[in-house]
Structure formats: structure tokens, C-alpha cells
């Protein structure tokens, strides 16, 4: 069973950037399209961004889109988003995922899509 790790959450200011990592062990993540997903404080889990095993492929959800940048180190097992221009909304539990095997890249911005999670990382964007 793959377990996911997710790291680099943190206090940042309104405007400043931050870099998460999402490792894996037990597992492989090459083989796997991979996404992420937030949670604030009172709201229900969102989708945030996609990639597909590559890396060639990725998907925005248009409230991060042009600031938020996912990519992926195979060699590593591990994915990264990158944090830029935050806002105070930004403010989460930020969470990795692992896609089912076969999931179409569509079906990415969906939770049902994904079988293994981390535990998550708390981002707090102070305005």
C-alpha cells in the first residue's frame, strides 16, 4: 500500500509563494496520473490541480490557474506544486492523491478518482 507525504506547508504572506512536496513509499507514483486537492475550514474538499504521469498534461482549477504550478520528479517518486501570488483564500489543508489506475484525465478534478491520499499540509496565507 502506497502512503503519500505531504510537506513544505507553512505561514506565508498575502503575495508570497511556497513549494510543496507530495512523497511516496511503499509505492510507485510513475505510473500514475497524480492531483491535489484543499480543504479550508469549514468548506468542503476541492480540487486544485492534476498531472498526468508525464507531466506533459496538466489541469487548473481556474481559482489557482496562472499561479499555481504542478510538476513531477519520477525519479524521485515525488510531485510538487508550486505556490506563487497567494491569497488569504489560498489559506487550506492542501492534499495529495493518487489516481486510480486507467482514470481518464477528465475525470482528475473528481475525489472518486484517486485511492490513496496523504495526510495533508496546512497552508496559512496571512493577509
Known amino acids: 500500500q502506497v502512503q503519500l507525504v505531504e510537506s513544505g506547508g507553512g505561514l506565508v504572506q498575502a503575495g508570497g509563494s511556497l513549494r510543496l512536496s507530495c512523497a511516496a513509499s511503499?509505492?510507485?507514483?510513475?505510473?500514475?496520473?497524480m492531483g491535489w486537492f484543499r480543504q479550508a475550514p469549514g468548506k468542503e474538499r476541492e480540487f486544485v490541480a492534476a498531472?498526468?504521469?508525464?507531466?506533459?498534461?496538466?489541469n487548473y482549477a481556474d481559482s489557482v490557474k496562472g499561479r499555481f504550478t504542478v510538476s513531477r520528479d519520477n525519479t524521485k517518486n515525488t510531485v510538487y506544486p508550486q505556490m506563487s501570488s497567494l491569497k488569504p483564500e489560498d489559506t487550506a489543508v492542501y492534499y495529495c492523491?493518487?489516481?486510480?489506475?486507467?482514470?481518464?484525465?477528465?475525470?482528475?478534478?473528481?475525489?472518486?478518482?484517486?485511492?490513496?491520499w496523504g495526510q495533508g499540509t496546512q497552508v496559512t496565507v496571512s493577509s
Open positions: 511503499g509505492g510507485t507514483l510513475r505510473t500514475y496520473f
Open positions: 492523491a493518487r489516481a486510480r489506475q486507467s482514470t481518464p484525465f477528465g475525470a482528475l478534478v473528481t475525489e472518486g478518482s484517486y485511492d490513496s
Open positions: 498531472l498526468t504521469w508525464s507531466g506533459a498534461n496538466t
